[in-house]
Every structure is written in C-alpha cells, then in structure tokens.
C-alpha cells in the first residue's frame, strides 16, 4: 500500500558548471557519422537544421541556428555549414569551426524573408560538394514506416527548398534521420560521462525552478504569477513552458486563470535535456476536491507511484522495450489510466528523440539511454498525475568512468536513487542514475507540496 507523509523534498546542491562541448568531442562525432555514413553506402550527409529542429546540427557541430535556418553537408573529406546573415558569424560557436575542421558559407536564402539576398544560391554550394552519382542522406528530424508511406527511404523531412535541389544534383537522395535518432542504433541515442554531467546540470535547473514555482502557488494568484516564481535562470527551452489549470488542454500556457481550490493542474519546465513535468490538484487534502475524485490518492494516484515503481526497476541493458511496454500498460489500464503515448522515451536537446519503449518493440534498453520517465495518465474525473524527470541507464562500466570523470555528479545521482529506495520506497537498480532532486516525488495536493506520496 502507499501513503502520505510530510517531507522536506531533496536538494542535494547545485552541480558545478557542465563542462564545455570539446574540439575532440566534436570531431569523434563528425567521425562516427561518417563512419556510419560509409557503412551505409552514402557518400554525403545532408543535415537540416532551424529553430525548432536543431538537435541534429547541434550534437554534431555545438551550433544551432536561431531566428534561421541552417545546413551542413559532410563528405568524407570535406564539411560544410551553411547559415544565413544573422547566423553566420554565431557559427563560431562551434570548436569545428573554430578549428577550421568545419568550413562557413553564406547562403541568404536561410535568413527571414525581406532581409538581404544575392551572394551565391543553395544549389550552387550544394554542386561544390556532390557529384552526380552520389548517393545522399538527408538528416531532418524524423523517418517513416512502410505503414505511413510508399517508399521509406525516399520520404524526405526537410524542405523542398533543400530537398529539390539534392534530388536534381545526386544519383539518389534517402532519408537518413535513423542514423542519428533510432533508438537502437542512432548517434544521439546514447550519452557518455561528460553528456550524463550536462543532462545532470539543465534537469538541476529545470527541477530547482519547477520546486519554487510550487512551493509559491497560493490560493488565488494567476498562473502567470505561479509561472513567474519559478525563475528558471535562462537555459534555453526544450518546449514552452506549459501551465493548465482545470478543463485547459494539457499543452497550453498560462493564459491569466486564478489558482483555486479544487481545480486540477498540470505543468512543466523543459530545457535542453531536462523537462520536469508534474500534475495534481490545487488542494491541501481530498476534502478540497470535487465530490466524485475524493478516492483520487487511492484509487489513482497510489497506483500511478508504484507503477512507476516499476518502471525503474525495469530500466536495465538488456531488457526489451516491447516488455516494458507491455508492462507498464497491465500496470496502469488503459480504462482507468488512459496512457497513450509510450510510457518512456529518449530525451536531448531535443525534448523526444525517439523511444524503444513500443508496443512490441524488440530494441533493447542500453548502457547509455538518457531516458525521460514521461507516462501520462489522464482521466475524465481524477484529472492526472506526474512524476517526469530524466535518467541515464548505466552499466557499471560507465558508472565507474563518471565517478571518477564526475565524482559530484556521480555522488548526487547515487543520494536520489538511495532516497528514492529508502524514503519513497521504490526499486530503483544500480543502472538507473536519476539526474533530479525531483525524482520520485508525487505531491498530490498541490496547495500542500510537502505532503508526498510513498510506496
């Protein structure tokens, strides 16, 4: 059975600064993605990028186009990024470039409309770097099913703009997006010491701001306000920050509605790498709730706690995503829970990479996996609850290359997981580093956050 009880919620300290994205971090990815370019068959890689589709571009290079949008294409020996006239120069914020590893380009047409144009076309810097029997793989932020399309590899996610102009220069054009985001193979899907210390940094961020805006909400304050007291500190956003207060949809913002007794809510607070996301009611105790949902802690809340429960203890290499599909769907049915996206998903700078966690998936959880503990109930009278925080699973290979690389990170990842056994009272395996003080808190009653639920 779960319970209530009343608690200080954890704060194992600020980590130090994250360390800096290296010159020889980003040449080994620039390696690895020809490398598996190569085995592939492509002998060039197109990569798409703008505001909201940069986390390609940006693992690669440490660049991401803002206001614009931006192209790289990579040979196997030659590079070259293209941006447009307010995201030229920022291009130097990549080491590749820095190095002169990463060639620069202008390409106006990427900057907004009305700004200047001339200088030299996409497709003429495109014809510098492929030849006509050149097989291409385009990067953009998705790839498709046989279920969806006609022909997979040929549906192209980026712009006609990019995308007509390859198909007139090269022998062939296929999408490529898989080989940086599958989650059984793709680049970005598996993260290393120094990763697990940035990841660990924007969830302490996320989650710090997520608690002050919490412990601030009071009994008739606007949203807007509630929002305001988080002072998040001004990492970039991995998604606006959602605030939805009774029968608002779960996406919105705040919109300038009254904190009151008796309504449910639902917020967050993403960053690159972190997005912390809880659910509840504005109330002290069952008594502030509407008739119907007084049973909200026993008969939906308690069983959402232990089902999550769970899911840590099954995030070990080795098991398969179908299994924790199938699991996590017996463990919270669907008529009384509603889960209906994948309950877990690989998180970056992007917000969802892609997940092995599907039904009937046979991709294995991995040492590695940045994983997003994202499983939202949703129910016509309980309203919802959360516990979304981020994770790595790791191997004790890799847990031992962070204690010694990141022993303070590694030190505060072990203290959540004990106070997760031993206060919350959940499983929670060795391979499972939790990256947020948050991690294993479930306030129901959100006028009263002290009050936490545990197994």
């Not at 080491?95 to 700004?115: D, I, M, Y």
């Not at 601030?216 to 991995?238: H, I, N, S, Y």
Request: glycine share 8%.
């Amino acid at each position: 059975m779960s319970r209530l009880i009343r608690i200080d919620w954890p704060d194992n300290g600020t980590p130090d600064l994250p360390p800096a994205f290296t010159l020889a971090e980003a040449e080994a990815r620039l390696r690895a993605l020809r490398s598996v370019a190569a085995a592939q068959g492509y002998e060039a890689i197109v990569v798409y990028g703008d505001r909201e589709h940069a986390a390609n571009l940006h693992w690669l290079t440490g660049f991401d186009p803002r206001f614009e949008e931006a192209v790289l294409v990579v040979t196997p020996g030659d590079a070259l990024l293209l941006a447009g006239n307010e995201c030229l120069a920022y291009t130097a914020i990549s080491p590749l470039v820095r190095a002169g590893v990463v060639r620069t380009g202008l390409c106006t047409s990427l900057s907004l409309p009305s700004q200047p144009r001339g200088g030299r076309r996409l497709v003429d810097w495109l014809a510098d770097m492929l030849a006509l029997d050149d097989r291409v793989g385009a990067v953009g932020w998705k790839w498709y099913g046989p279920d969806e399309v006609e022909d997979p590899a040929t549906a192209l996610d980026i712009p006609a703009f990019l995308a007509d102009p390859l198909r007139r220069l090269a022998a062939r054009v296929e999408n490529a997006t898989a080989l940086m985001m599958h989650p059984a193979h793709g680049l970005r899907t598996r993260v290393d010491a120094a990763e697990i210390a940035r990841l660990e940094f924007a969830n302490h961020m996320a989650a710090a701001a997520l608690r002050r805006m919490v412990f601030a909400f009071r009994e008739g304050m606007t949203d807007f306000q509630a929002v305001e007291a988080a002072r998040t500190g001004g990492l970039p956003l991995g998604c606006h920050t959602t605030f939805a207060i009774g029968d608002a949809p779960g996406l919105c913002g705040p919109s300038g509605r009254h904190l009151e007794p008796g309504l449910p809510a639902g917020f967050n607070i993403c960053h690159w790498g972190a997005n912390i996301c809880r659910a509840g009611w504005l109330a002290r105790s069952e008594a502030d709730l509407p008739g119907p949902a007084r049973d909200y802690l026993e008969a939906f809340v308690e069983p959402y706690v232990r089902a999550m429960s769970e899911w840590c203890a099954m995030m070990r290499p080795g098991v398969s995503g179908g299994y924790v599909w199938s699991h996590m769907m017996a463990a919270l049915p669907m008529e009384r829970f509603g889960v209906t996206l994948n309950p877990g998903h690989l998180i970056g700078l992007d917000e969802w990479i892609s997940s092995p966690i599907r039904e009937g998936s046979t991709d294995a959880l991995a040492s590695g996996m940045p994983m997003q503990m994202d499983v939202i109930p949703s129910h016509p009278v309980y309203g919802s609850t959360r516990m979304e925080d981020g994770y790595v699973i790791a191997d004790a290979g890799l847990r031992e290359v962070l204690a010694r690389s990141f022993p303070n990170v590694a030190r505060r990842c072990e203290a959540r997981a004990r106070f997760m056994r031993e206060v919350i009272g959940m499983e929670v395996p060795d391979t499972l580093l939790p990256l947020a003080d948050t991690c294993g808190i479930v306030a129901p009653f959100l006028f009263d956050p002290a009050q936490v639920v545990v197994c």
